[in-house]
């Protein structure tokens, strides 16, 4: 069983991949990968798996008062990325990549980021007296990421790259570039602002001291950043003034 999961660890690995994904969530992953091997269950069915788990966590969160709606929301939104790592390793392990997959897989991001902004600042309004400040937050966190995720999708596409002459980037593609030798400067705080947005790495670390809402705070002003400066980008590249 040892042997079958180190195996499948190594042959189903991203070109790229974060410290936390390769040491700690594929790992995992890969467990549940060598059980769903054997089955006839799909990498989408995975996919859609890991939606569920996050949605029972962000109901614990949001729901359950006290220590246990913490841990055990923030253990189900573990386990959800880890699901979610999974999809993917079995798609790779059984060869059922399609590019629909991947389509859905970011989707489904889309959606669990979206769900774990509200749980957050619903669990501040209910459960540790945040009042309307606590909605007035989320609110504002809500937006912040559905306008970074929106502008990610934008830069992704192939038309993206051709009209700007860049590299097209898929779908995790740059969650290893931080560490490679081009590396700016300025990679210690990228690569902290890439630990907040990825939230299982730190989600844990503010739920210890019961801070959820300080993650809140840190998990949208990552993304304003990100906004601001991927803004900006677009803007020089698409906004230029043409030719005569």
Same mark, same amino acid.
């Given at each position: 069983?040892? #042997?079958?999961?180190?195996?499948?660890?190594?042959?189903?690995?991203?070109?790229?991949?974060?410290?936390?994904?390769?040491?700690? $969530?594929?790992?995992?992953?890969?467990?549940?990968?060598?059980?769903?091997?054997?089955?006839?269950? #799909?990498?989408?069915?995975?996919?859609?798996?890991?939606?569920?788990?996050?949605? $029972?966590?962000?109901?614990?969160?949001?729901?359950?008062?006290?220590?246990?709606?913490?841990?055990?929301?923030?253990?189900?939104?573990?386990?959800?990325?880890?699901?979610?790592?999974?999809?993917?390793?079995?798609?790779?392990? #059984?060869?059922?990549?399609?590019?629909?997959?991947?389509?859905?897989?970011?989707?489904?991001?889309?959606?669990?980021?979206?769900?774990?902004?509200?749980?957050?600042?619903?669990?501040?309004?209910?459960?540790?007296?945040?009042?309307?400040?606590?909605?007035?937050?989320?609110?504002?966190?809500?937006?912040?990421?559905?306008?970074?995720?929106?502008?990610?999708?934008?830069?992704?596409?192939?038309?993206?790259?051709?009209?700007?002459?860049?590299?097209?980037?898929?779908?995790?593609?740059? $969650?290893?570039?931080?560490?490679?030798?081009?590396?700016?400067?300025?990679?210690?705080?990228?690569?902290?602002?890439? $630990?907040?947005?990825?939230?299982?790495?730190?989600?844990?670390?503010?739920?210890?001291?019961?801070?959820?809402?300080?993650?809140?705070?840190?998990?949208?002003?990552?993304?304003?950043?990100?906004?601001?400066?991927?803004?900006?980008?677009?803007?020089?590249?698409?906004?230029?003034?043409?030719?005569?």
């Amino acid at each position: 069983m040892l #042997t079958d999961v180190r195996r499948i660890y190594r042959e189903s690995l991203k070109p790229a991949d974060s410290l936390f994904n390769l040491y700690l $969530a594929r790992p995992m992953a890969a467990v549940a990968v060598s059980a769903f091997a054997r089955t006839r269950v #799909t990498p989408n069915q995975v996919t859609f798996l890991a939606l569920g788990m996050m949605m $029972a966590g962000v109901v614990l969160l949001a729901g359950v008062p006290g220590g246990w709606g913490l841990v055990l929301g923030v253990g189900a939104v573990e386990l959800s990325y880890v699901l979610d790592c999974a999809d993917g390793q079995l798609a790779r392990l #059984t060869r059922r990549t399609s590019a629909v997959g991947a389509l859905l897989d970011f989707l489904m991001d889309e959606l669990k980021a979206y769900l774990l902004v509200g749980a957050l600042a619903t669990r501040w309004f209910l459960q540790d007296g945040g009042g309307p400040w606590a909605l007035l937050v989320g609110v504002a966190a809500l937006i912040v990421v559905a306008s970074a995720l929106s502008l990610t999708r934008f830069v992704r596409t192939p038309e993206y790259a051709q009209a700007t002459g860049t590299k097209q980037l898929k779908h995790g593609e740059a $969650a290893g570039a931080a560490r490679g030798p081009d590396r700016s400067p300025l990679w210690p705080i990228q690569m902290a602002a890439r $630990a907040i947005s990825q939230y299982p790495v730190t989600l844990p670390l503010f739920a210890i001291v019961d801070r959820l809402d300080l993650f809140l705070y840190a998990y949208g002003a990552v993304h304003l950043l990100y906004v601001g400066q991927t803004a900006l980008v677009v803007l020089w590249r698409l906004g230029r003034r043409g030719p005569a």
